[in-house]
């Protein structure tokens, strides 16, 4: 009950993190926000009955809705975009550092990325693919500096389309329902430079495949 107090005030409390963000200002809307959740967590530690218990744990929730949300909107505030991947990063790192978690077969402790050896991954329809060969050509450009032409060159034509290995495949295409839907198989695109641009992984592009 008291972990359903909990989510029940978040819910309802969320959707107006905007509107009070606007109203009485970021920091001042986060003060509040973390004073309430702070005595709200510490209350629940001295509840002495289950009613008094699920109350304080919808103080506690109404004061941690607007904590994750107005977290983000301070990052994007206080930090210049590039360096907004760093701190989003430090900013998740307490989140994974769990008293008591077990390291798991297939479980992901840490990512690494090259930013010096940036790809791009296409995804070609699967009527195309035949067209496509390692090693064409390729212009591409980057939303982020749309004024910026790239180039690259095809280094690996992915085995297998899109959606095959995802957490929701597609309909099994015995039953009776099945509705055939196009798949896109994805294409490794590595660039041949960033021309001093910082690009980062995540970041959307439009390319343009040479056939050849």
């Known amino acids: 009950m008291g972990a359903s107090s909990y989510i029940l005030a978040q819910g309802v409390a969320t959707p107006t993190a905007a509107y009070f963000a606007d109203t009485l200002g970021i920091k001042r809307f ?5 004073g309430a959740f702070t005595p709200g967590s510490a209350l629940c530690g001295l509840a002495w009955s289950l009613p008094i218990l699920i109350t304080f744990r919808a103080l506690q929730g109404l004061g941690g809705a607007a904590l994750f949300p107005l977290s983000i909107t301070l990052l994007f505030c206080e930090f210049p975009p590039q360096e907004r991947g760093t701190a989003i990063g430090f900013f998740g790192v307490p989140a994974l550092l769990v008293q008591g978690q077990n390291i798991a077969p297939g479980l992901t402790l840490v990512q690494l990325t090259d930013l010096s050896s940036v790809s791009v991954t296409a995804y070609v329809d699967e009527n195309a693919i035949n ?11 980057i939303d ?3 004024s910026t032409s790239f180039t690259g060159h095809v280094v690996q034509i992915v085995q297998a389309t899109a959606g095959q290995f995802s957490l929701l495949p597609n309909q099994d295409p015995t039953s009776g329902n099945f509705t055939k839907v196009g798949q896109r198989i994805p294409v490794v695109i590595s660039l041949d430079g960033t021309a001093g641009k910082a690009i980062v992984p995540g970041m959307s592009a439009e390319v343009t495949i040479h056939l050849h």
Do not use: C, H, M
Not at 131 to 141: F, K, M, R, T, Y
């Open 30 to 34: 986060y003060s509040i926000s973390l």
């Open 131 to 141: 067209n496509v060969s390692v090693g064409q050509s390729v212009d591409l450009n």
């Open 144 to 146: 982020a500096y749309s």
